[in-house]
């Protein structure tokens, strides 16, 4: 089972870049890596999910180097409200079995 | 709104008794996950069920029982509750297997007292 480690927790001023990253060593050749944010009291939100490369959608980039051992999570001009936890996983299971396992998470926190 | 929708969003019931939380995966999606977190241990996956069978199990107690029924809804069923088994329990579903990336929903804050 691959597993990741990423900081307990990261601060950040309003407007700033935010670049979190995970390590995962033992990435298996057909793991996708993914991201999730969470609020208090509310369910994991799906941010982003890449194989290799960089990927970006319209919240988030996600850069993966070649050796996919480890992948950063950037999140562009941070506000208050992106305050949450962030989780970086690697698929666990194969065919339709699957149990992601959520580590501790980054916890980033955004002051003005 | 996710599209997967949890009920009830709030219980509270005694030690020893027995509940049942329900779980509407999103339209179409085959897969169900349940998951626990407790402020002392995150997020503990418990288990997963596609298409009305288990597919995957995680450190579920046995007092602990779940099943996905033919229209896909899941049900996890809790028995002799214990004070530790306050939590908050998450459903996920996904389209199936470990790539696919999981939606969830807002949960159910379970209090035992």
Known sequence: LAKTTQPISMDSYEGQEVNITCSHNNIATNDYITWYQQFPSQGPRFIIQGYKTKVTNEVASLFIPADRKSSTLSLPRVSLSDTAVYYCLVGEGSGTASKLTFGTGTRLQVTL | ?113
């Open chain 2, 1 to 113: 709104d996710s599209g997967v929708t949890q009920t009830p969003k709030h219980l509270i019931t005694a030690t020893g008794q027995r509940v049942t939380l329900r779980c509407s995966p999103r339209s179409g999606d085959l897969s169900v996950y349940w998951y626990q977190q407790s402020l002392d241990q995150g997020l503990q996956f418990l288990i997963q069920y596609y298409n009305g069978e288990e597919r995957a199990k995680g450190n579920i107690l046995e007092r602990f029982s779940a099943q996905q029924f033919p229209d896909l809804h899941s049900e996890l069923n809790l028995s002799s509750l214990e004070l530790g088994d306050s939590a908050l329990y998450f459903c996920a579903s996904s389209v199936g297997g470990p790539n696919y990336g999981y939606t969830f929903g807002s949960g159910t804050r379970l209090t035992v007292v």
